[in-house]
Structure formats: structure tokens, C-alpha cells
């Protein structure tokens, strides 16, 4: 079955660090890829997606790209802020047949505390 | 712009007892999700919908029930609540046109079952 696995955390960096939070899968055909973002006390907000193989998603400073051959798409920014801390999920949609109902697979979230 | 709404925002439950949880969209969308977020386990899709008056099991059904009486609202049951069932829940929603299955979050709820 479909399935996203990410690095593990807690990461913890200071202001102005570049971030990377590393994200893989195993999907059958070819899934659609996200990244939400969970701020304390709040639901999932979608950061970022990439529909196809090398498409680059970006949003807020934050980008990731598509990579079939790695069947990866690791977050990164240049520069973290305070307010970018948040919980991170990755996660991949695929089709059922005959149906534009696509079910979303999410990672296990990775929490990011940045520090002044 | 209301987007998704979730009530109630907590809730505290003693094992055996029964609730509803009311998930409301206002973007007119076709499709709805109920999932739960536990720790280390990211989302995992409890029922889902596809339009009115349809529902159909997702990953961990088991304890649940939902229903879908009018396109907007999407209610998820727990008829003798258990433990294991302590958990944040998290509503969503989507277009049936979309194909990228963007899907659209409420704030949750946060249940605890003694």
C-alpha cells in the first residue's frame, strides 16, 4: 500500500537556519505530493504540492520538489523564522479508479522549533 | 470566509458514553473526511464521504459512525466511547473536480475518553 515516511524529530533550529525535513514514499502509479503545516492550537493548512515528477512546489520561503527517481520530496527553506514553527506533514494523494476521489496518505509529522 | 468548522473543540468523555462530533463546510464541496491525528501516527482516515447521503469506511472505521444528511455537514458518532479512542479529530473537505485532492482542514477536536 501507499505510504510516507519522514525524518524524524523534534528539529530544533535557531532564526535564520536553513531547514531541510526529509520526506519519502512508495506509491503505485503517480501520486500527487503535499506538504501541510499545523501551527499550535490550529488544523492542517497546505504549505505546498507538486502534481508531477521534478515540478519544484513552493509557498512562504519553503520549497520541495518532485523527485521520481528518489520517490522523495524533502521540505527546505533558506532561512527559518520564530513563526515557522509548526508541525510539518508530508503527505501523498492517489486515485482510485474511475473516481477523482483521491485518497491523502499523510507522514507522521515532524515538529520544528525555532529558536530566537 | 468560514472554511471548515469543527464542534466541539474539546470534549471530555467517560468510557461508554456516546457523542457526536458536527464538522460544517461552506465552500459547497462534494467530498468530506474525518480523520484522527495521534502521536507519531500523523492522520489516518477514519470515513469519508463522496457526496449526500453516502459514507463509505476508511482506514480505522472500527467505533465510528458518520453520516451525511445535507451536503454541508458531515457528523461523526461514537456510540460507547472507549479509551483508545482519546484523540484529536479532524474534519476536511474537498472538490470532486479536483484532481490534485487539495483538501481543506477544520481546527479539530480534542477528545479525551477516562
Known amino acids: 500500500g501507499d505510504s510516507v515516511t519522514q525524518m524524524e524529530g523534534p528539529v530544533t533550529l535557531s532564526e535564520e537556519a536553513f531547514l531541510t525535513i526529509n520526506c519519502t514514499y512508495t506509491?503505485?502509479?503517480?501520486?500527487?505530493l503535499f506538504w501541510y503545516v499545523q501551527y499550535p492550537g490550529e488544523g492542517l493548512q497546505l504549505l505546498l504540492k507538486?502534481?508531477?515528477?521534478?515540478d519544484k512546489g513552493s509557498n512562504k520561503g519553503f520549497e520541495a520538489t518532485y523527485r521520481k527517481e528518489t520517490t522523495s520530496f524533502h521540505l527546505e527553506k533558506g532561512s527559518v523564522q520564530v513563526s515557522d514553527s509548526a508541525v510539518y506533514f508530508c503527505?501523498?494523494?492517489?486515485?482510485?479508479?474511475?473516481?477523482?476521489?483521491?485518497?491523502?496518505?499523510f507522514g507522521q509529522g515532524t515538529i520544528l522549533t525555532v529558536h530566537p | 470566509n468560514a472554511g471548515v468548522t469543527q464542534t466541539p473543540k474539546f470534549r471530555v468523555l467517560k468510557t461508554g458514553q456516546s457523542m457526536t462530533l458536527l464538522c460544517a463546510q461552506d465552500?459547497?464541496?462534494?467530498?468530506m473526511y474525518w480523520y484522527r491525528q495521534d502521536p507519531g501516527m500523523g492522520l489516518r482516515l477514519i470515513h469519508y464521504?463522496?457526496?449526500?447521503?453516502?459514507?463509505a469506511k476508511g482506514e480505522v472505521p472500527d467505533g465510528y459512525n458518520v453520516s451525511r444528511l445535507k451536503k454541508q455537514n458531515f457528523l461523526l458518532g461514537l456510540e460507547s466511547a472507549a479509551p483508545s479512542q482519546t484523540s484529536v479529530y479532524f474534519c476536511?473537505?474537498?472538490?470532486?473536480?479536483?484532481?490534485?485532492?487539495?483538501?481543506?482542514f477544520g481546527a479539530g477536536t480534542r477528545l479525551s475518553v477516562l
Open positions: 476536511a473537505s474537498s472538490r470532486a473536480r479536483d484532481r490534485k485532492n487539495i483538501q481543506y
Open positions: 506509491a503505485t502509479g503517480y501520486p500527487s
Open positions: 507538486a502534481t508531477k515528477a521534478d
Open positions: 503527505a501523498l494523494s492517489t486515485h482510485a479508479g474511475g473516481t477523482s476521489y483521491g485518497k491523502l496518505t
Open positions: 465552500m459547497n464541496h462534494e467530498y
Open positions: 464521504s463522496v457526496g449526500e447521503g453516502t459514507t
